[in-house]
C-alpha cells in the first residue's frame, strides 16, 4: 500500500456515520449558507481556540483580509510578515492597497524572528515612506511563533499583531492560545490542514466586540450590524442596509457541520500528531536536523520538515521508494517577481534564503502507522549514510 503524505480517508472513516448523518442533516434542511451549524461551529471553535469570538469566513486567505479591512489598512501602510511562508500571508497586504515588508525568520523554527521585524520596522520609519500598522506572525509547519518577544516589539511601535495560524490552529505557547498575544488569530480550513473541512473554509478568532462586529458586517457587503442600528430604525433585512464596503465571505453551512464532527477528535489528533514528530525526532535526530520547537511550546505538526544539503537528491531517492515529500517553500516570497519590488529587513533574509534550499517535509498525519513511519525513517538513513 503507498504511505500517504497526508491520510484524509482514514480520518473519515474514524469519524464514520456521525459525519455522514451531519453532512446529510443540512443537505435535507435546504439551509445551505449561514445555517445554524454555522453558529454552533464557531461558538465550538472559541472555547477551543481561547477566543471570546470567533468568525467564520470563506478561506483562509479571507480570514487574514478582513481584519486589515477592519484595522483600516490600506495604501501608504506597512505590514510586517515573513518570506518563508505561503504567499497568501503575503498577497493579502496589496489586495488592500498596502505594502508587505519582508522580515527574516529563526534558524531553529523557521518563525518570525523579533529581531529582525524590530529592525525592518526602524527601517521603514526611517526611510519615511510608509506608516506601519501591523504585523503578521506565522505559526509555520504548525508551532506558535514567539508571541511573547513580538507582542513586546509591536507595543514598542503601537502596530496591531495577526498571528496567521493557517498551519498552526491548535498550537499553543504556555498552555495558551496565539490569541492570547495577538490581536487577531486568523485559520484556514483547507483540507490538508490539521483541522481542515471538505473545501475551502476560514476563521478569525478576536477579542473585541466591536471589531468582531465589523467583521460581521465586511464578510456580509457591509451589511447593518447590531451597533450600526443602534437610534435608528430599519425593519428590513440588514443585508439590504449597507453601511460600508465588505465582501462576500461567508462559509457554507456543510463545512461548518463537517468541522463540527472534525472538532471533537482535533485533540486527540493533536497528541498523535506529536507521537509522530516524536518518532521521527527519535530515528532521524543523530543523522539529520529535525525541526526544534519553541520552549513551552505544543506544534500541532501541519509538517514535519528536516533539512539536508542534498533536498533534491533525497527526494528523487525516496520517490523512488513510492514515499511522498513535498517542499515548503523552495522560493521564498520576497525572490519571487511579483513581490520583488516590496521592502525587505536592512540587512536582508539570510535564514530564509538558505533554509529555502535546504527544506524537505516528510508524511505527516496522525494515521501514519509505525510500519509507514519506518520505512520513512529507513529510507532516509540509508540516503544519509550513503551519501553523507
Avoid at 501602510?77 to 505594502?99: H, I, K, N, R, Y
Avoid at 518563525?111 to 526602524?122: H, R, V
Wanted: hydrophobic share 45%; net charge negative; with cysteine.
Amino acid at each position: 500500500m503507498p504511505i500517504p503524505f497526508i491520510d484524509l480517508q482514514a480520518q473519515r472513516q474514524r469519524l464514520g456515520q456521525p459525519l455522514e448523518d451531519a453532512i446529510l442533516k443540512v443537505v435535507r434542511s435546504g439551509a445551505y449558507i449561514m445555517g445554524p451549524e454555522i453558529a454552533a461551529f464557531e461558538a465550538a471553535m472559541a472555547e477551543f481556540g481561547q477566543a471570546p469570538h470567533v468568525l467564520s469566513c470563506a478561506s483562509g486567505t479571507d480570514a487574514l483580509i478582513l481584519p486589515l479591512m477592519a484595522f483600516g489598512i490600506g495604501p501608504g501602510d506597512a505590514v510586517f510578515c515573513p518570506s518563508f511562508t505561503f504567499a497568501a500571508t503575503a498577497e493579502v497586504m496589496p489586495l488592500v492597497g498596502a505594502s508587505p515588508v519582508f522580515v527574516d525568520i529563526d534558524a531553529a523554527t523557521y518563525n518570525l524572528d523579533p529581531a529582525s521585524l524590530e529592525a525592518a520596522i526602524e527601517a521603514v520609519k526611517a526611510k519615511g515612506e510608509l506608516t506601519p500598522k501591523a504585523v503578521i506572525a506565522v505559526d509555520l509547519f504548525g508551532q506558535p511563533a514567539d508571541y511573547p518577544a513580538i507582542r513586546k516589539v509591536c507595543d514598542a511601535h503601537g502596530l496591531k499583531l495577526i498571528a496567521d495560524s493557517a498551519q498552526g490552529f491548535g498550537c499553543t505557547l504556555g498552555g495558551k492560545h496565539p490569541i492570547h498575544w495577538a490581536d487577531v488569530a486568523t485559520t484556514s480550513f483547507f483540507p490538508a490542514k490539521p483541522l481542515g473541512c471538505y473545501g475551502d473554509g476560514g476563521a478569525v478568532l478576536s477579542k473585541d466586540a466591536r471589531f468582531h462586529d465589523l467583521l460581521v458586517s465586511l464578510r456580509v457587503h457591509g451589511q447593518a450590524v447590531k451597533s450600526d442600528l443602534e437610534g435608528r430604525t430599519f425593519e428590513h433585512d440588514p443585508r439590504y442596509l449597507n453601511v460600508r464596503i465588505g465582501t462576500n465571505s461567508r462559509m457554507d453551512t456543510l463545512q461548518a457541520a463537517i468541522l463540527l464532527e472534525k472538532l471533537k477528535i482535533f485533540a486527540d489528533e493533536i497528541e498523535a500528531r506529536n507521537r509522530v514528530a516524536a518518532r521521527y525526532a527519535e530515528g532521524l535526530g543523530d543523522l539529520v536536523k529535525v525541526p526544534a520547537v519553541i520552549d513551552s511550546g505544543v506544534s500541532v505538526w501541519a509538517q514535519y520538515t528536516i533539512e539536508t544539503e542534498d533536498r533534491d537528491g533525497l527526494a528523487a531517492h525516496l520517490r523512488e521508494q513510492a514515499i511522498p515529500s513535498a517542499v515548503y517553500y523552495p522560493i521564498p516570497i520576497h525572490r519571487q517577481g511579483v513581490y520583488s519590488g516590496y521592502p525587505t529587513a536592512p540587512d536582508g533574509l539570510p535564514v530564509t534564503e538558505a533554509k529555502a534550499g535546504k527544506v524537505i517535509s516528510l508524511p505527516m498525519h496522525p494515521y501514519l502507522t509505525e510500519d509507514h513511519q519506518d520505512q520513512v525513517i529507513a529510507a532516509i538513513r540509508a540516503f544519509v549514510k550513503k551519501n553523507g
